[in-house]
């Protein structure tokens, strides 16, 4: 199995930051990608942010471009999602994700492991 642990969601307001990491655990843990998402009341999940494990290659949303960075520690076997000059629109849980095989970065099927989920709320 893998087991993914999130943390640093929380409140913020509008034009703040937060710094989002999932610690990844599990042995023989190989991954093609590991991925954020985020899902608000009543609306389905969608994709955030993608880092390819090996060659370390970004992706991101279109809504979150240019604000959010996501990066990652091979030695800690974390990844990290910096988000800067949030909105309230950005409030939603968020999920990180773990992909061992498929390239589809920014489709929730292509993932095989997911966390708990950290909320995150941005007021205005």
């Known amino acids: 199995q893998v087991q993914l642990v999130e943390s640093g969601g929380g409140l913020v307001q509008a034009g703040g930051s937060l710094r989002l990491s999932c610690a990844a655990s599990?042995?023989?843990?190989?991954?093609?990608?590991m991925g954020w998402f985020r899902q608000a009341p009543g609306k389905e999940r969608e994709f955030v942010s993608a880092?390819?494990?090996?060659?370390?290659?970004?992706y991101y949303a279109d809504s979150v471009k240019g604000r959010f960075t996501i990066s990652r520690d091979i030695a800690k076997n974390t990844v990290y999602l910096q988000m800067n000059s949030l909105k309230p629109e950005d409030t939603a849980v968020y999920y990180c994700?773990?992909?061992?095989?498929?390239?589809?970065?920014?489709?929730?099927?292509?993932?095989?492991?997911w966390g708990q989920g950290t909320p995150v709320t941005v007021s205005s």
């Open positions: 994700a773990v992909d061992l095989t498929n390239p589809y970065y920014s489709s929730r099927s292509a993932y095989d492991y």
């Open positions: 599990g042995r023989a843990f190989s991954r093609y990608a």
């Open positions: 880092i390819r494990w090996s060659g370390g290659n970004t």
